[in-house]
């Protein structure tokens, strides 16, 4: 009997200790565990992860010199051609998109007023973040689709009918880019255009930030339509 008294004590101590480390001094052993940290990385980093194995690491060809003025973007880490009128220095900070890419340098002019505002004909080049950290691998392909999805659904009038031209991997100033290239349609009340021709270039330039040129020519002044391809050839890093 006495020895079952110690054996019933030992057990009631051991049961007690064991809700004590269950409950945690909380009381309830079955809530929800505390939320992990936020997830604070940049929306690109975010949805285009690092590749899980880099890509092997190809000197970039070498590029015949550019002259004549040139558009310099040093947050971008890119420079491309610049032009003479009607074209003007863009001066403001556009967050442009969900993604709020800061379009601050580049080039443009109104093409008409209407009750909306002022419509534009665009160069224009900013720096996102889209890697983690510190890294300096892209996901080139998938930041490229996601610029791009984002132009499309929150630069333009909606509902909108992608045309498209060109969607690829390649090389512009001899660095890794992907370029989507189209034609969006669209109609707006009071407004001419009717249809844009557009590139989405998103460049890697070695760093944690991507550089993203985005050209628009609407299509009121099809005779720029030109510049859309010719800007894009121009592209050097700095």
Known sequence: MIFGGVAGAIVAIGLTVLLVVILGGDGDPFGERAAGPADLRP????ACPAPSVAPGSTAPSTQAPVSGARTVDEAAGISYKEYSAPWTPWTETWNAGTLQVPYRVGQHFVTEVYAGGSYHASILSAAVPAADNDAFTLDLECV???VS?????EYYPQPNRLEPIRDELTTLGGRPAWVSEFRLHFREPGLTATSEYSAVAVIDVGKPTAAVLYVSVPSTHRQFDY???????SV???
Do not use: T
């Open 144 to 146: 490229g689709q996601q």
């Open 43 to 46: 929306p690109l980093a975010q």
């Open 236 to 238: 050097r890093p700095i």
């Open 227 to 233: 510049v859309v391809n010719e800007v894009l050839k």
């Open 149 to 153: 999805a984002d132009v499309r659904a």
